[in-house]
């Protein structure tokens, strides 16, 4: 008489098979990230990237706003403008301009002055290749580990550790249903904040624009502030002038 597989053994056979089952490799989910975005094609067919919207910052206590264009040129050119309403903290109109050419940065302030970006905070603004570091990593000598999962924003996520060839690693939390990215988590060297700062960012509302899904709200928290940024336009392969990224008056 052949006897039937016991409670026991069956529970064994499901925790033996379900790993083999369940497991991934950090490359399959940078494909599976990739096609939930777009897919390579669509995304290979992206050169630059306007978008626009409003801001929201609070630091130190204090809360304040204003409006945001945020502009991106490949490989690897940005430029961010906020125009933000001081009134309810007695002041006036003050205007941040932060710039990457791809190989320097800087940021000026219509109140404060301009400073030069240097160190790990360069480093990631040049690592921030568009349309995605994930596209083309192993070319740009980067690689990609998985590090189990976790949660970000109360769901699932894989955590891949993102590490470029030079400058600070990333972790990314790909939401384990939709293969998009649900938070990043970066540490970087910020004298002006006395240090270190782990920056997270949690990015969310994706639409689809010209068959990219895109995340229309991004949330940056550090140490010292908190800045909310709701797009409300994106607009691809619009024509992007190469001086615009430079410090003015550097040609």
Not at 74 to 91: F, I, Q, W, Y
Not at 117 to 127: H, K
Not at 175 to 204: C, K, N, W
Request: hydrophobic fraction near 40%; aromatic fraction near 6%.
């Amino acid at each position: 008489m052949k006897r039937g597989v016991g409670p026991v053994a069956a529970l064994a056979l499901v925790l033996a098979w379900a790993p083999g089952a369940l497991a991934q490799t950090a490359e399959e989910l940078v494909e599976k990230h990739l096609a939930a975005v777009g897919g390579r094609e669509a995304l290979s067919k992206l050169t630059s990237q306007k978008a626009t919207g409003t801001v929201a910052i609070s630091a130190q206590g204090a809360d304040f706003g204003g409006s945001i264009v945020i502009y991106k040129k490949a490989p690897n050119k940005s430029r961010t403008v906020m125009t933000l309403d001081l009134s309810a903290l007695g002041g006036s109109e003050m205007v941040v301009d932060q710039r990457c050419d791809g190989k320097t940065a800087f940021a000026s302030n219509s109140l404060q002055g301009d400073r030069e970006i240097t160190g790990s905070q360069l480093q990631n603004m040049l690592n921030a290749s568009f349309p995605s570091p994930l596209l083309n990593y192993k070319d740009a000598g980067a690689k990609v580990e998985l590090q189990g999962q976790d949660k970000a924003g109360g769901r699932a996520a894989f955590v891949l550790l993102f590490t470029p060839k030079t400058g600070p690693a990333s972790k990314l939390f790909i939401d384990t249903e939709t293969f998009l990215v649900a938070r990043s988590m970066t540490t970087l060297d910020v004298p002006e904040a006395g240090g270190a700062i782990q920056q997270t960012t949690d990015l969310g509302d994706y639409r689809v624009v010209d068959g990219v899904k895109t995340a229309f709200s991004v949330t940056v928290a550090g140490t010292a502030q908190t800045v909310v940024m709701t797009l409300t336009k994106v607009e691809f392969n619009v024509p992007l002038d190469e001086s615009m990224f430079s410090r003015p008056g550097v040609k």
